[in-house]
């Protein structure tokens, strides 16, 4: 089972852009669901959680910006990114863990920003 991220793309200052990640399969129920972000020649970062009960936890760096949701139906989870700056440029990766701490990891999505 693979996660999925779509959604990246080059984007001027300003603008905006909603990431998605789905599974690729079946999938166990998952408690969090969450998005990470990594520029090369750095570690990689986390933006933002969220737990199957709607609970959100977003990084100072892109708070009032960005916004984190899911679709627990659908184990999906979304990034909608607004006022986006050219530090915001990264390859992002969606992330979950089950009930069960098993762990997934997404393909990354890079997002790029630029005039």
């Known amino acids: 089972v693979q996660l999925q991220a779509s959604g990246g793309g080059l984007v001027q200052p300003g603008g905006s852009l909603r990431l998605s990640c789905a599974p690729s399969?079946?999938?166990?129920?998952?408690?969090?669901l969450g998005w990470y972000r990594q520029v090369p020649g750095k570690q990689r970062e986390l933006v933002a959680t969220?737990?199957?009960?709607?609970?959100?936890n977003v990084v100072d760096s892109v708070k009032g910006r960005f916004t984190i949701s899911r679709d627990n139906a659908k184990n999906t989870v979304y990034l909608q990114m607004n006022s986006l700056k050219p530090e915001d440029t990264a390859v992002y990766y969606c992330?979950?863990?089950?009930?069960?701490?098993?762990?997934?990891w997404g393909q990354g999505t890079l997002v790029t920003v630029s005039s």
């Open positions: 992330h979950a863990v089950s009930y069960s701490i098993s762990q997934y």
């Open positions: 969220i737990t199957s009960t709607g609970s959100r």
């Open positions: 399969g079946s999938i166990p129920s998952i408690y969090l």
